[in-house]
């Protein structure tokens, strides 16, 4: 009797280990996408990214983001994203400081355009000198770009012109359209994106184009197994040759995801460096 019991015993244990086991692989992986657009419109774009995770490593990704870089940022620096879509800024600090590892860049380079109203008589990067420029927040590459051509350019960043950072790119752009600045330093990618949902009632003409460095690209944190790591790379990678793949890439106006190293980013060290 007494030996039937310890059977009962060990085997309720053994359930309830398995059940806990079990709990755990079921738990979501956090997928968390730098806020560049309206947040609408990246839970829009990114949605089906999450699914195609979810799809291919058989476990429950959930997708967020935050109305703010900032908010955004400090999810990266808390380690709360298991994997995520950073801007090439924020890499170099998730990776050196929080853990993260690079899987997939954006296969064209990142530069800022800078955009004037089509009826605008400013005509090069200038001309902007004393003028009101615009940019998404001041941690978004595109903003780091757009200071390094004004000071290419001979102008402070800081002193000669007068400088508005909105909440995104739309922001950005649209505030260019209304007439509160004279420019908008903004990513090509996202200009396409907005221009081509007609958000934008006026026409923009860009007259700078800043030098480049490497594009957004998906981490995944070192506490997500590398067999997951392999997995999500690969789906990012094939994405071309699927028909949800190529729904993803159309829909957002994205160049095919190439392979990202860490070395890539070390232009981007080197101009954090510079600023120091």
Same mark, same amino acid.
């Given at each position: 009797?007494?030996?039937?019991?310890?059977?009962?015993?060990?085997?309720?244990?053994?359930?309830?280990?398995? %059940?806990?086991? @079990?709990?755990?692989?079921?738990?979501?992986?956090?997928?968390?996408?730098?806020?560049?657009? &309206?947040?609408?419109?990246?839970?829009?774009?990114?949605?089906?990214? %999450?699914? *195609?995770?979810?799809?291919?490593?058989?476990?429950? $990704?959930?997708?967020?983001?935050?109305?703010?870089?900032?908010?955004?940022?400090? *999810?990266?620096?808390?380690?709360?994203?298991?994997?995520?879509? $950073? #801007?090439?800024?924020?890499?170099?600090?998730?990776?050196?400081?929080?853990?993260?590892?690079?899987?997939?860049?954006?296969?064209?380079?990142?530069? %800022?355009?800078?955009?004037?109203?089509?009826?605008?008589?400013?005509?090069?990067?200038?001309?902007?000198?004393?003028? /009101?420029? !615009?940019?998404?927040?001041?941690?978004?590459?595109?903003?780091?770009?757009?200071?390094?051509?004004?000071?290419?350019?001979?102008?402070?960043?800081?002193? @000669?012109?007068?400088?508005?950072?909105?909440?995104?790119?739309?922001?950005?752009? #649209?505030? $260019?359209? /209304?007439?509160? %600045?004279?420019?908008?330093?903004?990513?090509?990618?996202?200009?396409?994106?907005?221009?081509? #949902? !007609?958000?934008?009632?006026?026409?923009?003409?860009?007259?700078?184009?800043? &030098? !480049?460095?490497?594009?957004?690209?998906?981490?995944?944190?070192?506490?997500?197994? #590398?067999?997951?790591?392999?997995?999500?790379?690969?789906?990012?990678?094939?994405? &071309?040759?699927? *028909? &949800?793949?190529?729904?993803?890439?159309?829909?957002?106006?994205?160049?095919?995801?190439?392979?990202?190293?860490?070395?890539?980013?070390?232009?981007?060290?080197?101009? /954090?460096?510079?600023? *120091?």
């Amino acid at each position: 009797m007494r030996l039937h019991a310890v059977r009962r015993i060990a085997c309720s244990i053994g359930l309830a280990f398995c %059940a806990i086991q @079990g709990g755990a692989e079921e738990k979501p992986y956090e997928f968390g996408v730098f806020p560049n657009l &309206p947040l609408a419109r990246v839970y829009e774009l990114h949605a089906p990214m %999450a699914s *195609e995770f979810e799809s291919k490593l058989g476990r429950p $990704v959930r997708l967020s983001s935050k109305a703010a870089y900032a908010a955004f940022g400090d *999810e990266l620096r808390n380690e709360t994203y298991d994997i995520a879509l $950073v #801007q090439p800024f924020d890499y170099v600090d998730a990776h050196d400081k929080h853990g993260y590892l690079p899987l997939a860049r954006r296969g064209e380079a990142l530069e %800022a355009v800078i955009v004037v109203r089509q009826d605008s008589s400013l005509a090069s990067i200038k001309d902007l000198k004393g003028r /009101i420029v !615009s940019n998404p927040p001041a941690s978004a590459a595109v903003s780091h770009l757009t200071s390094m051509a004004l000071r290419e350019a001979g102008i402070d960043p800081q002193t @000669g012109i007068k400088r508005y950072y909105g909440k995104n790119h739309f922001a950005c752009l #649209q505030s $260019v359209v /209304i007439g509160a %600045a004279d420019a908008c330093g903004t990513a090509e990618q996202a200009l396409r994106t907005i221009e081509s #949902q !007609s958000q934008l009632p006026t026409r923009l003409r860009v007259v700078h184009k800043t &030098p !480049s460095i490497p594009h957004a690209l998906f981490v995944a944190h070192k506490r997500v197994p #590398q067999k997951d790591r392999d997995v999500l790379r690969q789906t990012i990678l094939e994405w &071309p040759n699927t *028909e &949800p793949g190529r729904k993803i890439l159309d829909a957002g106006h994205f160049v095919p995801f190439v392979a990202a190293r860490d070395t890539d980013y070390e232009v981007v060290r080197r101009y /954090i460096r510079g600023r *120091e």
